[in-house]
């Protein structure tokens, strides 16, 4: 039995998660409602032998709603099958239900997502940065967050001041005719247009 | 006096067959020799140039063979602190601390393009260059430096050791 049907089986079993799609071999499943993710993930470690959590991820969609969206990768080291997880959340919600109880290593993937993306997930028993300090007033990974970062200041705990970017950021042009045009060079959004 | 002529005013011109057993010095040269023989490390190795610390203390470059092999983790016993390595800003105030508990007189090497500028890191979490946070002596160049490009910083250390003015500082402090 291949990820493709066990994402059919999970399918079965619950409504609102879309068509399985297949790329390159790997299969994503999305989940058009976050808070169904507890059960979901339940069913898939229990009933689907999905025993190992790989990885928890989010990705800033930017100006579209909804913007975030929340990349879980299951995999079962008895069939030795993969699926990728996906759900959004919109930015006035910002929350959603742990998966911490169902596989223990979830805890310190959500905490990063919390720390670098600034969502929360509900029930999760320990909640805190696990990067920045505590008190760190932004989060790192939002699109609108720029690459040389902020000033910020906690005294006795940390401060941070923008990185001088030198008329950056330096960008490789991999694909260019010759080495000397694909070195890192200053790209500016103007240069890019031309 | 016998002896390197153009380096008098640090050197210890000695001639076992004219003096015996004494030896004439100034107080700020001998002081200085001491000091700059026994420049105990204080490895700050926070990344990869802690690696190549880590090889200068090994036999081949041998790093004891300028008085610094002691790596001290207490920085209650240490003179020179080395900052081997990226200091982020979550980092900088724990060095920072580190570097306030040392007791004087204390340098510091900045090891790397990271702890002397930020180096690749133009990034929200690393801090630009050691010396924001304390004074730093000898910045040494590479990513990361060479052993021997450490061991010519530390060398350079020395030579600036060795022609401070300790008497008068000592002075300044007491005042």
Known sequence: MGAIDLANKLRQRFDGLAEPSEFRGEVTLVLNDAEQIEPVCRYA???????????????????ETPR????????????????RLKTSVAEEVSELPTVSGIWRTADWHEREIYDMMGVRFRDHPDLRRIIMWEGYPFFPLRKDFPLAGKHSEIPEVAFTEPAPMEGGPFATSPGEQDSMSAEPRVKTPDEEDE | MQGNTANTKTEVGYNT???????????????????????????????????????????????????????????????????????????????????????????????????????????????????????????????????????????????????????????????
Request: charged content about 25%; aromatic content about 8%; some cysteine.
């Open chain 1, 45 to 63: 470690r229990d009933q689907l032998k999905f025993d190992f959590l790989v990885d928890i991820t989010s990705v800033d969609n930017d100006e």
């Open chain 1, 68 to 83: 975030f969206t929340i990349v879980y990768h299951l995999y079962g080291l008895e069939h030795h099958c993969l699926l």
């Open chain 2, 17 to 175: 067959k004219i003096e015996g057993d004494v030896i004439v010095t100034r107080a700020d040269a001998v002081l200085n020799w001491f000091r700059k023989n026994s420049l105990w490390p204080m490895p700050m190795g926070l990344a990869c140039c802690a690696i190549e610390l880590m090889a200068a203390g090994n036999s081949r470059f041998d790093i004891s063979r300028f008085g610094s092999e002691v790596m001290r983790f207490s920085p209650r016993q240490s003179d020179v602190m080395i900052v081997a390595g990226t200091v982020t800003y979550k980092m900088a105030l724990a060095l920072k601390r580190i570097y306030d508990q040392m007791a004087e007189p204390k340098w510091v090497i900045a090891m790397g393009a990271c702890a002397s500028t930020g180096g690749m890191y133009r990034s929200y979490a690393v801090l630009q260059g050691v010396d924001r946070i304390v004074p730093v002596d000898i910045y040494v160049a590479g990513c990361p430096p060479r052993p021997e490009a450490l061991l010519d910083g530390l060398m350079r250390l020395q030579d600036k050791v060795s022609k401070e003015p300790t008497i008068e500082n000592q002075k300044r402090v007491a005042a």
